[in-house]
T-cell receptor
Framework: DAGVIQSPRHEVTEMGQEVTLRCKPI?????LFWYRQTMMRGLELLIY????????DSGMPEDRFSAKMPNASFSTLKIQPSEPRDSAVYFC????????????FGPGTRLTVL | LAKTTQPISMDSYEGQEVNITCSHN???????ITWYQQFPSQGPRFIIQ???TKVTNEVASLFIPADRKSSTLSLPRVSLSDTAVYYC????????????FGTGTRLTVIP
């Protein structure tokens, strides 16, 4: 398996533009997580899905952020409109069913909003 | 979620054993302790998980005393490539409870 795949790896956009980040989890994993990492706030959980259903989105900063998981192999995180304070590295992670609480992280998308 | 406390940073010379301690005074009966490692420009990577006593794998050992209010990640004979941030998480293994990464411990290995 190729692991968790995220695209794009880098995104530079201007304030006010829509940004869409994409994630393909590991096949067979039933949990998918979106995280944001900044120097100031560390690694923060934004939202997670179980079997494609959003379970907890309490970490989503505001209504400008939305996430979808239309099927087991694809998820998106959208920011509309984007703001400079959204600049961060966004990670997607997936986890297999079972007792071991091991999340597999993707390489991340580095977002810069000018 | 049980809160965890770790040192912000540690330095070590190559070849030494490194022990990183995490405090989790409010750990619940069903909580497990999990450690992740994050290299610069990469996502975190699972290292080890345990419930009590000692767990060992090819990467590290995890020591958990009887009261489970703390745990120690032990890295044997570190090399420069072990320079990373190490996170201690406490929570249940089912569901998605093990999700608060905190600030972690930044380990710097010195030649």
């Amino acid at each position: 398996d190729a692991g968790v795949i995220q695209s794009p790896r880098h995104e530079v956009t201007e304030m006010g533009q829509e940004v869409t980040l994409r994630c393909k989890p590991i096949s067979g994993h039933d949990y998918l997580f979106w995280y944001r990492q900044t120097m100031m706030r560390g690694l923060e959980l934004l939202i997670y899905f179980n079997n494609n259903v959003p379970i907890d989105d309490s970490g989503m900063p505001e209504d400008r952020f939305s996430a979808k998981m239309p099927n087991a192999s694809f998820s998106t995180l959208k920011i509309q409109p984007s703001e400079p304070r959204d600049s961060a590295v966004y990670f997607c992670a997936s986890r297999s069913p079972g007792e071991l609480n091991e999340q597999f992280f993707g390489p991340g998308t580095r977002l810069t909003v000018l | 979620l049980a809160k965890t406390t770790q040192p912000i940073s540690m330095d070590s010379y190559e070849g030494q054993e490194v022990n990183i301690t995490c405090s989790h005074n409010n750990i619940a009966t069903n909580d497990y302790i999990t450690w992740y490692q994050q290299f610069p420009s990469q996502g975190p990577r699972f290292i080890i998980q345990g419930y009590k006593t000692k767990v060992t794998n090819e990467v590290a050992s995890l020591f958990i005393p009887a009261d489970r209010k703390s745990s120690t990640l032990s890295l044997p004979r570190v090399s420069l490539s072990d320079t990373a941030v190490y996170y201690c998480l406490v929570g249940k293994t089912y569901g998605a409870n093990n999700l608060f990464f905190g600030t972690g411990t930044r380990l710097t290995v010195i030649p």
